[in-house]
């Protein structure tokens, strides 16, 4: 059943969708991750043009964070000063992001920066998990007993920082311009790669940011929420490539693959879990990298200059 | 889609012309190939053409589609007359950045190669034959045939004409014909002229059809010069819900980038409250 979506200009079987909505949605189900660093490329693969994959991913990934946040809420799993700081860093970032991406597409020039900057993302990101999973499963298997994990050194340089702020949540009194620029940075990320940054914030809240594991889950969904949201805003704003229709139907994919992953997920060691999804991370990071290193089998590219 | 189908009649009504040409003599048929012989008087010879559907709505089950070109050369030719019939369909004419990838440090970049002013958004042309052995060149420049000839302005990036131009206009036809949307097939598998007089040639419309006003010119060669062109108008545009969706995306882009926040929120929400029931 062919289905035509308005914005990406493209017709697509409707079950190719919902399968593809579907696939991610499972393994964000099963890893516990959003899934937009794999919703974009292989939107990107499929043929979608690389704006409207970044925009309607972004908007797909508010909607994969709702249920989410909202169980974190009631949980108490949220620093909302903390997330409102996040969300504000964020908002700056993806004004950025957005700028820059409508720039990008007027030079002709945003399919090469969204494939290379995924290629750096996924190449590195796919290899420390893979490291990290591949000690953690040598370790299981007793061949060295390295202690669980370093204490967390404290950087002289992060309580240098003016701006000192009590986080009462997450029992923390350091400065705003820490968590300010996670934001940023994160919302610079959803902007130009339509992802919700779960992957760079969750590390820095750890490591960087020093809050408890208890809220950082909670923190980052209702960060991503509103940063997605902003981003799918001014995406659609800027260079109206957000398709609404894609975005829905992949979300019907996405919603019953999450639940089937969460499932999946239980009866499967986490380790062996974070190496695979390694594993295909990098994998998606190759083909992104092959495709810019191929000689191109469309040379010459159109674009048309609205009236 | 749903499209406004044109019922063949006028191909139907034109069936009956040959006998109608009696009305010069009796024994139409044979009288035709007299008259051609004797006295070729190209003023005289018309077209009367048709297309299956002047509207081609890109709905949400759109894939692609095909037209049908059809009619009549009036008076009838003889059966080996040399007469030939170009369809060209044009698309709406834009002006596009044309780029191509050049590989800088292992990787494909693109670099703005020109221009392009008066561009078509879409090209096909069937004729009966290759354009070169139905007119000379200089008529096919002076008519604007073929995809080499027609009248696009090609500047560089800063606005001076590109000495690129040749080359720019191959780039960009290939890039068009990736999509499907330029073609060009000669010979009688493309276009064929029935018994002299009934012509038809299907043009095949890919799934990635530009929207805009397109126009269909057939023009009718006799020994190489043009006898008759006629025009048909035709609008390509997107229709139900997809328009609703592109036109408020593209007129009202904030509200629609709310409205689409709005949905994602409320689809979300819905998809968790359903699960956690269960």
Same mark, same amino acid.
């Given at each position: 059943m062919p289905l035509y979506f308005p914005i990406a200009e493209l017709s697509f079987n409707v079950f190719v969708i919902i399968g593809l909505g579907a696939l991610v949605g499972f393994l964000s189900g099963m890893f516990g991750v959003g899934g937009g660093f794999l919703m974009t490329p292989l939107l990107i693969f499929l043929g979608v043009p690389p704006p409207v994959a970044v925009a309607t991913g972004a908007n797909l990934i508010t909607a994969s964070s709702v249920s989410g946040a909202l169980a974190h809420f009631q949980r108490g799993g949220v620093d909302l000063k903390m997330g409102w700081i996040l969300i504000a860093g964020g908002a700056v970032g993806s004004f950025l992001g957005a700028g820059i991406f409508g720039l990008l597409k007027r030079l002709g020039q945003l399919d090469l920066a969204v494939s290379l900057i995924y290629v750096v993302f996924l190449g590195g990101i796919g290899t420390l998990m893979l490291v990290e999973s591949l000690g953690a499963l040598r370790r299981r298997h007793g061949d060295t007993a390295q202690p669980a994990r370093r204490r967390r050194r404290h950087v002289g340089w992060r309580h240098a920082l003016p701006f000192k702020t009590r986080f009462r949540k997450s029992r923390l009194y350091i400065s705003a311009l820490l968590p300010l620029g996670v934001g940023m940075l994160v919302g610079f990320l959803a902007a130009i790669m339509g992802v919700g940054g779960g992957f760079i914030m969750i590390p820095a809240m750890i490591y960087l940011l020093g809050m408890p594991t208890n809220v950082v889950v909670g923190t980052s969904l209702f960060q991503i929420i509103f940063v997605t949201a902003i981003t799918t805003v001014l995406h659609a704003f800027h260079?109206?490539?957000?398709?609404i229709l894609l975005s829905l139907v992949l979300l019907v994919g996405a919603v019953v693959g999450a639940q089937w992953g969460a499932r999946v997920a239980t009866r499967l060691q986490g380790a062996e879990l974070r190496a695979l999804l390694a594993l295909l991370v990098i994998a998606v990071g190759l083909k992104m990298a092959w495709g810019l290193t191929m000689s191109p089998s469309a040379p010459w590219q159109i674009d048309w200059v609205l009236p | 889609m749903r499209i406004r189908h044109r019922p063949p009649l006028l191909a139907l009504a034109l069936l009956a012309l040959p006998p109608c040409t009696s009305l010069a003599g009796p024994g139409g048929a044979i009288e035709a190939t007299t008259t051609a012989a004797t006295? *070729?008087? *190209?003023?005289t010879r018309r077209i009367v053409p048709d297309v299956s559907r002047d509207l081609v709505e890109l709905r949400y089950d759109f894939t692609g589609t095909e037209l049908l070109i059809f009619g009549a050369v009036n008076p009838p030719a003889a059966p080996h007359a040399p007469i030939d019939l170009v369809v060209a369909i044009e698309g709406p004419r834009r002006t596009a950045l044309l780029r191509r990838k050049q590989k800088v440090a292992g990787i494909w970049i693109n670099r703005l190669v020109a221009r392009l002013e008066d561009a078509p958004a879409f090209y096909a042309l069937s004729a009966t034959r290759p354009l070169a052995d139905i007119a000379p060149a200089e008529v096919r420049e002076r008519l604007e045939i073929g995809a080499g000839r027609l009248p696009i302005a090609v500047r560089r990036p800063d606005g001076t004409k590109s000495p690129l131009a040749p080359e720019a206009r191959a780039g960009f036809f290939a890039a068009l014909a990736m999509n499907g949307l330029y073609r060009t097939e000669t010979g009688p598998q493309a276009l064929r002229i029935k018994d002299g007089t009934l012509f038809r040639t299907r043009i095949a419309l890919p799934s990635k059809l530009p929207e805009g006003d397109y126009r269909a010119r057939v023009l009718l060669f006799e020994k190489g010069r043009p006898v008759a062109e006629r025009t048909l108008a035709l609008k390509v545009r997107k229709a139900g819900f997809e328009r609703a969706i592109f036109h408020f995306a593209h007129r009202l882009p904030l509200a629609y980038g709310i409205v689409a926040v709005a949905l994602a929120l409320l689809a979300g929400w819905g998809a968790g409250r359903i699960f956690r029931r269960r």
């Open positions: 260079t109206q490539s957000v398709d | 006295t *070729p008087s *190209p003023r």
